[in-house]
C-alpha cells in the first residue's frame, strides 16, 4: 500500500516537469507559433535556477530567474520569427542546441556541486491525511504549481476573453487582424509565457528533482512536451492526462531497472518513454483521432500584416 | 435667404483616385448613396469595385479625392474608424473562425462587450428581427456557407450601421437564401439603412437596387437606374463591348456511358471537410453534366476521388469501361481523363513556371514531351505555343510566367492545355470562376465544342447561371450526396434550390435553443 502510493507520488513528481513545459508550448502554439527551442528554454531555465539558488541561497529567487532565463530564450525565437520572418521549425531547432551550449558553457563550473533542495511544502491538515496526504499534499511548491497553472490555462483559454482572443489569432490570423487585434504582440505574449513556463520545468529539474547541476540534464523532455501538445489535442486538461502517462512510463522503467526486472540493458529501458512518445504520436494520427485535425489552423505559418 | 436644401446624401464621393504600380485602380471615381437606398456597384472583375470599396472601408487610403460623410468631409483611416462612423462590412470571403462558435465569432468583432449572456440574447433577437435564424452556440464549421453569412451581417446589424456594404453576398447562397437575403435587405432599407450592393449579376441588381454605379477599367461609365435600363444594356456598359454568348447546340449525340461514378463513398481528409456517401452518376459521350451546390457540400473531396488525387475502390469509377478508382491521376491521364483544378494558382499551375513548363505537367504523357525522362524543351514549349494560339491566351510568349498572367488568361491557358490533350472526359470545376466575361464566354465555347466532338465533359460550378447555359443534365450535391439527375432545362429554379439548400433550410426553422435564449435575455431585462 505504502510501496504504491509512494510510486504514484513519485509519477506526480516525474511528470511536473512535463507538465510546465507542455502548457507553456500549448498556449504558444494555440496562439499559432509552433516553438521546437522548448528543450533549450528548458536548459537555459535549469541551469539559469541552479545558479541563482547557488548563489542567493534563495529557492524563489532561482524559480524566477529560470523563468526569465527561459521567458528571455524565447524572446530571442520571438524577434527571429515574429518580427524578422525567420522560418519556425528551424529557428526552434536552433534555439535548442543554442539552449544545449549556452548551458553547458554557464554550467561547466557547476557540475557536481551540491544544492539543499527546494522544500517540501507541507499544507497543515491535508498532508496528515492517510494516502491522500503523502499522495497529493506532501510536495514542493512547484508540483502544486504546475497542477494550478494547466487549470488556470484551461480557464483562461475557455472562459475570458484574452484566451478567446489568443484561439483566434491562432485559428484565423488574416480574420483576427482585419477585427483590429494585433496578431503580432499576442504571439510575442504567448511565446513569452511558453519560454516562462518551460523555464520552470527546467528550473524543477535542478532544484528539486536532482538538485545538481548535469549537462543536458532535460534528457530529451522539452521534446516530450512536444508531443504531448499534440496527444493532448492542444487542450489543456489532456496535457495532465499524457503528462502523468508519461511521467508513469519514467517511474516504471526506473523502478524495473532498479528491480532488475525484464532482463534487458538498463539503455533499452531507458528508451522507453520515448519509444512510448512515438507510438503514442503514431497511433494518434493515424487513428480515429486524428489529432493533427485539431492543430489550431494557423498552427506555424507566419503573419505578414498587410496595408 | 437660400432655399432649404436638401438633406445631404450619406455618403458622397468625389474625384477618388488610388493607383498602384502601372494600374490605375481607381480614376475620378464618384460614387453617392442616398439615405436608405440599395445602391448598386456593378462591373467585371478588375474594374475598381473592390479597391472603392476599400477606400470607403478605410481599408485602403486615396491617393486623391473626397469623401463626405453626411454632407461633412471625412478622412476614414482604419476599418474601426469606418465602424465608428457607422459602415459595416459583409465581405465575400467570410472572416470567420472556424473552431469558435457563433457567439464568440460575434464577440471577437465588439469591443468591450463584457456580458455575454446579454450578446447571446441580443443575437437571437436581431437575427430573429431581421429573419436570419442564428444559434448562438453552434461552433462555425458545423454551420452552411448561407449561416456564415448570416454570422457577418448579424455582427454588422448589431453595431447598428448606417451603411452597409456587401461584397458579392449571393455567389454562395441558393436561391431560396437570395430571396430570403433580399427581404432583410429592403426591410433594412425601409429603416433607413443604406446599402451599396456589390454584384455583376445582372438581374439581381433589376430585382433589388434603387441607384446602380457602372464601372470600367477603374473608371465610373454610368450611373443609371436598374429599374429603367435593361440587363442587356447594363451589360454591355460593364462590359464595355458586345460579346457572343455561347451557342448551345439543339441537339446532341447521346451514346454510351463514357465516365461512371459508382456508389462512391469517401472520407474526407479536413477537420472540417464534408464525406462523400453514395455518389453514383455517369456522363455519356458528348453530354455535358453539372454538379451544382453550395461549396463545401463534398466538391473537394469528390474531385479528389475523381481526379486519382485520391485513389478510392477500383469499381467506384470507370472511364470508358476501364475500372479506374484505383488508379492514381497520371494512369488516369492515360485513359484518357483530363481535369481542370478549380485552384488556376498552385494546383492547375505553378505561378514561378513558364508557360512551356506548365504544359509539359500534365501534358507530358499525352504529348509526348519527355524522352527517357529528358525533357524535350523544343515540343513542350511548341505545344504551349500552341494553346495559346488556339486559346487566345495573352501572354508574351511560351517563356511568360504563369504569374505573369491575369487569371482569365491563365484560366483560358489551363483549358487550352486539357483540351488539346484530345481527352475522352474533360472533368472541369470552376472553369469560370473570377473569370471576366469575354474569357468565360471562350471558355464556356470550348466545352461545348469539346462536347460535340463526342467528349463527356463533367463540370462542377457553383455558379447556377454557368450550369443552366452549359449542361444537359445536372445533379445537385449536397451534405456529401448526390441528387438524382435532372434534364437541364426542364428542372425549375426553384426545385434546383431546394436540392442545394438540402430541403431542410426553410424560412421558419428557427432553433428552439434561441427561444430558450430569448426568454431569458427577456427575463434579464
Given at each position: 500500500m505504502d510501496g504504491t502510493v509512494a510510486l504514484l507520488a513519485a509519477v506526480i513528481v516525474a511528470s511536473t516537469p512535463l507538465l510546465f513545459a507542455a502548457i507553456g508550448e500549448l498556449v504558444a502554439e494555440r496562439s499559432g507559433v509552433l516553438n521546437l527551442g522548448v528543450e533549450g528554454m528548458m536548459l537555459a531555465g535549469a541551469v539559469t535556477g541552479f545558479a541563482v539558488t547557488l548563489t542567493t541561497g534563495s529557492h524563489l529567487v532561482g524559480i524566477g530567474s529560470a523563468a526569465v532565463a527561459g521567458a528571455a530564450m524565447a524572446l530571442v525565437f520571438a524577434v527571429l520569427t515574429l518580427s524578422l520572418m525567420a522560418n519556425q521549425v528551424a529557428t526552434g531547432l536552433a534555439l535548442t542546441i543554442f539552449g544545449v551550449g549556452l548551458s553547458a558553457l554557464v554550467g561547466s563550473s557547476f557540475v557536481g556541486t551540491p544544492l539543499p533542495r527546494l522544500p517540501r511544502l507541507d499544507i497543515p491538515g491535508l498532508s496528515d491525511l492517510p494516502v491522500v496526504g503523502p499522495l497529493l499534499f506532501r510536495h514542493d511548491v512547484l508540483v502544486y504549481g504546475a497542477v494550478a497553472l494547466t487549470l488556470a490555462v484551461a480557464w483562461f483559454l475557455a472562459k475570458t476573453r484574452g484566451g478567446m482572443i489568443l484561439r483566434a489569432v491562432g485559428e484565423n490570423h488574416e480574420a483576427a487582424h482585419g477585427l483590429g487585434y494585433n496578431v503580432i504582440h499576442i504571439r510575442y505574449l504567448a511565446v513569452l509565457f511558453g519560454g516562462l513556463c518551460a523555464g520552470l520545468g527546467g528550473a524543477f529539474l535542478s532544484i528539486a528533482y536532482t538538485p545538481m547541476w548535469i549537462e543536458q540534464m532535460t534528457a530529451g523532455r522539452g521534446w516530450i512536451a512536444l508531443a504531448l501538445v499534440v496527444f493532448a489535442a492542444w487542450r489543456p486538461l489532456r496535457v495532465l492526462v499524457g503528462a502523468y502517462l508519461f511521467g508513469g512510463v519514467t517511474i516504471l522503467q526506473l523502478h524495473a531497472q532498479g528491480l532488475g526486472l525484464f532482463a534487458v540493458p538498463s539503455q533499452v529501458m531507458s528508451m522507453l518513454p520515448y519509444i512510448a512518445t512515438i507510438i503514442v504520436l503514431v497511433v494518434i494520427s493515424i487513428g480515429p483521432w486524428k489529432a493533427r485535425l485539431q492543430a489550431p489552423a494557423c498552427l506555424g505559418r507566419p503573419f505578414l500584416p498587410t496595408n | 435667404m437660400a432655399p432649404p436644401a436638401a438633406p445631404a446624401p450619406r455618403l458622397a464621393l468625389t474625384g477618388i483616385r488610388k493607383a498602384y504600380p502601372g494600374v490605375l485602380a481607381n480614376d475620378d471615381v464618384a460614387l453617392t448613396v442616398e439615405e436608405g437606398e440599395i445602391h448598386a456597384l456593378l462591373g467585371e472583375n478588375g474594374a475598381g469595385k473592390s479597391t472603392l470599396v476599400k477606400i470607403i472601408y478605410g481599408v485602403l487610403a486615396p491617393d486623391e479625392g473626397e469623401i463626405r460623410w453626411a454632407g461633412r468631409p471625412v478622412r476614414i483611416a482604419s476599418p474601426n474608424a469606418a465602424r465608428q462612423l457607422g459602415i459595416g462590412m459583409v465581405f465575400q470571403h467570410f472572416s470567420l473562425?472556424?473552431?469558435?462558435?457563433v457567439l464568440e465569432n460575434v464577440a471577437l468583432g465588439m469591443d468591450g462587450e463584457k456580458n455575454w449572456q446579454a450578446l447571446a440574447g441580443r443575437i437571437v433577437e436581431v437575427s430573429r428581427a431581421y429573419g436570419l435564424p442564428l444559434d448562438p452556440t453552434r461552433e462555425v464549421h458545423e454551420l452552411s456557407v448561407g449561416e456564415r453569412q448570416r454570422i457577418e451581417i448579424v455582427r454588422c446589424l448589431l453595431q447598428a450601421p448606417k451603411l452597409l456594404i456587401m461584397d458579392?453576398?449571393?455567389?454562395?447562397?441558393t436561391p431560396q437564401e437570395v430571396d430570403r437575403l433580399f427581404l432583410t435587405l429592403r426591410q433594412l432599407a425601409s429603416e433607413g439603412v443604406s446599402i451599396l450592393y456589390i454584384s455583376h449579376k445582372l438581374h439581381e441588381i433589376k430585382a433589388l437596387c434603387d441607384a446602380a454605379t457602372i464601372m470600367r477599367g477603374g473608371k465610373v461609365v454610368a450611373h443609371c437606374d436598374p429599374k429603367v435600363e435593361t440587363a442587356r444594356s447594363m451589360a454591355t456598359l460593364m462590359v464595355g463591348s458586345n460579346f457572343a454568348a455561347p451557342e448551345k447546340p439543339a441537339k446532341r449525340l447521346k451514346r454510351a456511358p463514357r465516365f461512371q461514378v459508382n456508389a462512391l463513398d469517401l472520407e474526407s481528409s479536413e477537420a472540417f471537410g464534408t464525406s462523400l456517401k453514395e455518389v453514383s452518376f455517369e456522363v455519356r459521350a458528348g453530354e455535358i453534366f453539372g454538379i451544382a451546390g453550395v461549396a463545401g457540400n463534398g466538391q473537394t473531396e469528390l474531385l479528389a476521388a475523381l481526379s486519382g488525387e485520391r485513389p478510392v475502390e477500383a469499381e467506384a469509377i470507370i472511364i470508358d469501361g476501364n475500372r479506374a478508382g484505383a488508379l492514381g491521376p497520371r494512369a488516369r491521364r492515360g485513359l484518357g481523363l483530363a481535369y481542370i483544378p478549380e485552384e488556376r494558382n498552385g494546383h492547375a499551375a505553378i505561378p514561378d513556371l513558364t508557360l512551356a513548363e506548365n504544359a509539359l505537367l500534365s501534358a507530358f504523357d499525352r504529348r509526348a514531351l519527355l524522352t527517357n525522362g529528358v525533357i524535350r524543351f523544343a515540343r513542350a514549349s511548341a505545344f504551349a505555343e500552341e494553346v495559346i494560339e488556339r486559346f487566345s491566351v495573352k501572354a508574351t510568349g511560351p517563356d511568360a510566367r504563369a504569374s505573369s498572367l491575369s487569371g482569365g488568361n491563365l484560366q483560358k491557358f489551363v483549358v487550352g492545355r486539357e483540351i488539346l490533350q484530345a481527352p475522352n472526359v474533360l472533368i472541369a470545376a470552376q472553369p469560370t470562376w473570377g473569370v471576366d466575361a469575354g474569357a468565360a464566354a471562350a471558355i464556356h465555347q470550348a466545352l461545348l465544342d469539346l462536347a460535340t466532338h463526342g467528349v463527356a465533359v463533367l463540370v462542377v460550378s457553383q455558379d447556377l447561371d454557368e450550369l443552366l447555359v452549359l449542361t444537359d443534365r445536372m445533379a445537385v450535391i449536397n451534405g456529401g450526396r448526390l441528387s438524382r439527375p435532372l434534364v437541364t432545362g426542364e428542372a425549375t429554379l426553384e426545385e434546383i434550390g431546394l436540392l442545394m439548400g438540402g430541403l431542410h433550410d426553410l424560412p421558419d426553422d428557427i432553433p428552439a435553443v434561441e427561444t430558450a435564449a430569448v426568454n431569458q435575455h427577456v427575463q434579464a431585462l
Open positions: - | 473562425f472556424e473552431a469558435l462558435s458579392e453576398p449571393t455567389s454562395v447562397l
